[in-house]
């Protein structure tokens, strides 16, 4: 069997019945764009000068095709975090372009930058960065208010974003009611309010035990199946694993890139090792 | 351990008690219960198909001329291809330890080369075992057994990157070689 067959049916497999939540009518499939959502090029940035010069990214190259998950990997201190921030514009590069849907967008000034960052990037953060004070549902809705979303339209779309992510009898729930695992979930939510081209999480399960973690990656698993583009940053090797690819940085240098086709079970079959 | 001691002989023809102390050099405490008697079977065993010859040494750095064992042209095939073979999820962190250490000494092969193809081998099958781990009751019995695979798996990763460290830090012309 070619290895793009065995890709496409593990993908379906995963993508399991048709009324996933997650797959709705919006489903991009995946590899179908033409250019690449999300393109770095000879991208940098460096702290500090002279002696206590750090690059801490320092010339990363990387295309990120529609519906691709990519996870980039690292020891800590390898420039992960920096990464993606200057992908997803909270950063500037010190050098290097960073293009978002066929747009160049590190030499937009601030506004224009912000009001891209808010419509067309999720952000996913290790600890959440929820309002304590906001309820889920209101800390969903807030990122649709602000990109001029009506009341009622980021009601429903919180409401109905909560549902997918397993959480809509929390919707009134303060973050502090929740559990870190609930809390990411919303912080999940709120990510997708907007319809991003893009989801950027540092860390996402970096906070949670092994079944919050199990969730949150069945809730990506989900997400990509609907066509979701998705950029994760982690040191946890399974948790790069769940990925379509994974990159990894060494010194703020990308190192390696595979593709992964975690659909199969040849290789865990050579683990049984049966001689009847 | 025919294989560690044709790839150590890559480098250089030598006589059974130099082999045997690289050998317990690279392996720390587990190469003390490697005694001098099991390196000869080994060499003998291996003489016996042909990989080895035994020649006079060329110039001795003392004493009188003493007999080392060289590789053949079928043993240079055969460390070559153990080089080249992936080392699978089975392979023990022995065996591949030994594998690098005798890349790094015979030059046959570039140590972090190994290891990344090692890295991308494990990552494949770490991914197998999260997916299905992920389509799995965490609490079934099949989930427990996932479980397992995936951790082992990590840690095997998590060793490579140590490895990686080391050997870039050694290798003259690595990546990383030049920044350490
Ligand atoms: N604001 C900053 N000022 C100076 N150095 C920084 C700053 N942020 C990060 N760094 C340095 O940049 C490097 C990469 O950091 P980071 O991107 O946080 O790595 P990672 O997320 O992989 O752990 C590190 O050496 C870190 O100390
Ligand atoms: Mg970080």
Not at chain 1, 35 to 53: F, K, N
Not at chain 1, 189 to 197: C, G, S, T, Y
């Amino acid at each position: 069997m070619s290895r793009d067959s065995r890709r496409i049916r593990g993908r379906s497999q995963r993508r399991g019945t048709d009324d996933s939540p997650l797959a709705g009518p919006s489903s991009r499939q995946p590899g179908e764009a033409s250019g690449p959502v999300l393109r770095a090029v000879g991208l940098s940035r460096a702290y500090g000068q002279d002696e206590s010069l750090v690059r801490a990214v320092d010339g990363v190259d990387l295309d990120v095709p529609a519906g691709q998950a990519l996870a980039v990997t690292g020891p800590s201190g390898c420039g992960k975090s920096t990464l993606l921030q200057l992908l997803g514009g909270l950063d500037r590069p010190t050098d290097g372009e960073v293009w978002l849907g066929g747009r160049r967008m590190d030499h937009l000034g601030e506004r224009a930058l912000a009001r891209l960052r808010r419509r067309a990037i999720g952000f996913v953060f290790q600890s959440f960065h929820l309002m304590d004070e906001l309820t889920a549902a209101e800390n969903v809705e807030l990122p649709a208010l602000l990109a001029g979303a009506s009341p009622r339209t980021a009601r429903n779309r919180a409401a109905g974003l909560l549902d997918r992510v397993g959480l809509a009898d929390r919707a009134r729930h303060l973050p502090s009611e929740l559990s870190g695992g609930q809390r990411q979930r919303v912080a999940i939510a709120r990510a997708l309010v907007n319809e991003p081209l893009v989801v950027l999480a540092d860390e996402p399960t970096g906070n949670l035990d092994s079944a919050a973690t199990h969730d949150i990656l069945r809730l990506f698993d989900e997400l990509r199946a609907a066509g979701q583009t998705l950029v994760m940053v982690t040191h946890d090797e399974r948790v790069a694993a769940t990925a379509d690819r994974v990159v990894s940085l060494r010194d703020g240098t990308l190192a390696d890139d595979t593709r992964l086709d975690g659909g199969g079970t040849t290789r865990l079959g050579s683990l049984l090792n049966w001689e009847g | 351990m025919q294989d560690v001691a044709l790839a150590l002989l890559a480098k250089e023809p030598s006589h059974g008690y130099d082999l045997r102390r690289r050998l317990v050099a690279a392996l720390g405490p587990l190469g003390e219960t490697l005694n001098a008697g099991q390196v000869y079977v080994t060499l003998t065993r291996l003489e016996k198909a042909g990989l080895v010859v035994q020649e006079r040494e060329d110039a001795p750095v003392r004493g009188p001329r003493r007999k080392v064992y060289a590789l053949t042209a079928a043993g240079q095939e055969r460390v070559a291809a153990w080089m080249a073979e992936g080392a699978g999820a089975r392979a023990d962190v022995t065996e591949f330890h030994l594998k690098l250490v005798a890349a790094a000494e015979s030059g046959l092969a570039d140590p972090l080369a190994l290891v990344d193809a090692r890295r991308r081998e494990l990552i494949r099958s770490l991914a197998e075992a999260q997916h299905a781990a992920l389509a799995h009751d965490t609490n079934s019995e099949a989930g427990l057994l996932l479980e397992g695979i995936a951790l082992r798996l990590q840690a095997d990763l998590r060793w490579l990157e140590a490895c990686e460290r080391t050997w870039s830090a050694r290798a003259p012309r690595g990546k990383g070689g030049g920044k350490g």
